[in-house]
Nanobody, 127 residues
């Protein structure tokens, strides 16, 4: 059973930085796509970034491109989201997610396309 546990959320001022972690267990992740999503109050859960565990290729939402960096540490089975130049609009609960992939050319951007989820971590950016 795959388990994902996020950590690293908190309160940060606009323009500041924060790094989220997602510790993964219970699977062989070389065939997985890992993603970060976020959900602000009253809004739908939205895609932030994704990474192929094997190879490390990445994909970002336009809203975070150039500010956020997704990465993974194979030895620690941990995924990260480095968030820089943060804005109040980045305030949300951030979730990590995972799914098995069969294609190296497809990116999955919808929450319904992921099978495993963490519990979420709150990120608040003050203005």
């Amino acid at each position: 059973q795959v388990q994902l546990v996020e950590s690293g959320g908190g309160l940060v001022q606009a323009g500041g930085s924060l790094r989220l972690s997602c510790a993964a267990s219970g699977g062989t992740f070389s065939s997985y796509l890992m993603g970060w999503f976020r959900q602000a109050p009253g809004k739908e859960r939205e895609f932030v970034a994704a990474i192929r565990w094997s190879g490390g290729s990445t994909y970002y939402a336009d809203s975070v491109k150039g500010r956020f960096t997704i990465s993974r540490d194979n030895a620690k089975n941990t995924m990260y989201l480095q968030m820089n130049k943060m804005k109040p609009d980045d305030t949300a609960v951030y979730y990590c997610a995972a799914r098995i992939i069969f294609s190296t050319s497809t990116w999955y951007l919808a929450p319904s396309q992921y099978n495993y989820w963490g519990q979420g971590t709150q990120v608040t950016v003050s203005s």
